[in-house]
């Protein structure tokens, strides 16, 4: 079994103190792992990626990367610890082109070190080395996503967090997309996503864990839960007792 490298320890976190999303929650993602986190619309899972990304401060609780706590840190800061995040929908400049969006991605790095880091990603993506100079507006969806990914990987991150990576994508994209994350992981980066193909995902992921409530429903193997007949109550709710969680 891997080493975990991201811990929440009974987080509670939400979007007002009205509004609590995350209910003591604990989990863990290993190094050089997909974790995959699925569960109905509402059960937090967007909300721990932005939380463990500094985006939402923790109210209680502890999240801790590589065994360091790093629960209300900025995202600046965690991206230099190696901890990138691609949210959903498009986070492009639309009016710059595709070589200044990737070189905004990389403004955090030594200076020298950013020419050789975009040309590992042109490497990986060559699409994107074909649109280089075009407006990122003008790109199609899938290359819109592709541009993102590589941008989150130019600062190198030991953990990418990301959402809903197959919205507007079509099929063919989509296995591409996952594909690359499973070449990401197999490489040692540990992937956490939220995603709603979910049998697609789940050919690609290692973990799967099932969110309702704010809680951790249910920690299974990936290709496990892929084979099981309720899978579809499980990620639209009614995957048992937070117990549930420590039965497999």
């Known amino acids: 079994m891997n080493e975990k490298i991201i811990e929440f320890d009974r987080v509670v976190a939400g979007y007002s103190p009205s509004l609590t999303i995350l209910n003591d929650l604990t989990l863990d993602a290993r190094r050089g792992e997909i974790t995959l986190l699925i ?19 923790p109210r209680s609780g502890e999240i801790r990367f590589e065994g360091r706590a790093i629960g209300g840190r900025s995202p600046r800061s965690l991206l230099a610890e190696g901890i990138a995040f691609v949210p959903q929908g498009r986070n492009l400049f639309g009016s710059l082109s595709v070589l200044h969006n990737l070189e905004l991605g990389g403004i955090t790095l030594p200076r020298g070190a950013l020419a050789g880091r975009i040309e590992e ?4 993506f060559p699409r994107i080395r074909e649109r280089i100079g075009n407006q990122a507006s003008t790109l199609s969806g899938g290359e819109q996503k592709q541009l993102e990914v590589g941008r989150a990987l130019l600062l190198h991150p030991r953990v990418l967090l990301i959402d809903e990576p197959s ?82």
């Open 121 to 124: 990603v042109l490497h990986r």
């Open 39 to 57: 569960g109905p619309n509402g059960a937090g899972k967007s909300t721990v990626l932005k939380t463990l990304f500094g985006l939402l401060v």
């Open 167 to 248: 919205i507007g994508l079509s099929p063919k994209l989509v296995q591409e997309v996952m594909g690359l994350l499973r070449a990401l992981a197999d490489a040692g980066t540990t992937v956490v996503m939220v995603e709603q193909n979910v049998r697609t995902a789940l050919k690609y992921a290692n973990r799967a864990l099932v969110l309702e409530t704010g809680r951790l429903a249910l920690d299974r193997p990936a290709s496990e839960l892929l084979g099981d007949p309720d899978l579809n109550r499980l990620f639209l709710g009614g995957a048992g007792s937070p117990a549930a969680a420590t039965a497999h």
